[in-house]
């Protein structure tokens, strides 16, 4: 796997604490180049929104937000029977306890990883909470292309490229949860099995009410 590391991207300072490092260390063994460079661009893209919108945010939770919040999709993190973003939510949570971080500080990151793949929501919790998702779905479909300035997006691309995002990262998000397509009801994620899956069967949720055990 080809990394950059560097210190300094688009005006952004990319923490290199020893939970940053630590952090960053598990993305490289866990996952892959493609991960890796989406993480850090989705890093970056929140930051910026962060800086030019003057919000303040704590960088180094932001930032163990942005490496874990696909982490649920790899084999090592992911679970039977969970969404993977609560996979990486839960691995997040757990690695920063290991630090001694605080109740406060492991439920923000926590929220951070979960809510991140939860437009109408996320937007209105915490700033961490709020950046990742700006700058996931920024890298993702492009909302809010046009706040983030060519100079910054070319800079950012240049340091980890796209490499065929929009071929590669349905099928990689599929792979991620394939094995469990049920936990994708409610999700965007059902949008990706129905894509992925000749006649995938979503779960409606009338028919659930219409077929529940109650009996009027």
Known sequence: MVVKNPKVVAGIQIPDSTIATQATELLFEHGKEFLYNHSLRAFLFASLQGQQNKILYDPELLFVSAVFHDL????????????????????????????????????LVWDSVALHTTPGIAEFKEAEVALLNFGVALDVVGRGYEHVSEKHREAIIQQFPRTDFKKKVIPTFFEGFKHK???????????????M????????????????????
């Open 197 to 216: 899956i000749p006649h995938f069967h979503r779960k409606d949720f009338c028919d659930s009410i219409l077929h529940s055990p109650w009996s009027e």
């Open 181 to 195: 397509t049920d936990t994708t009801y409610g999700s965007i994620n059902a949008d990706i099995c129905a894509f």
């Open 72 to 107: 649920g999709l790899t084999p090592h993190y992911s679970s039977p029977d969970k969404r993977f973003e609560v996979d990486g939510a839960n691995a997040a949570r757990d690695f920063l306890k290991s630090h001694g971080l605080s109740q406060p500080a492991l439920q």
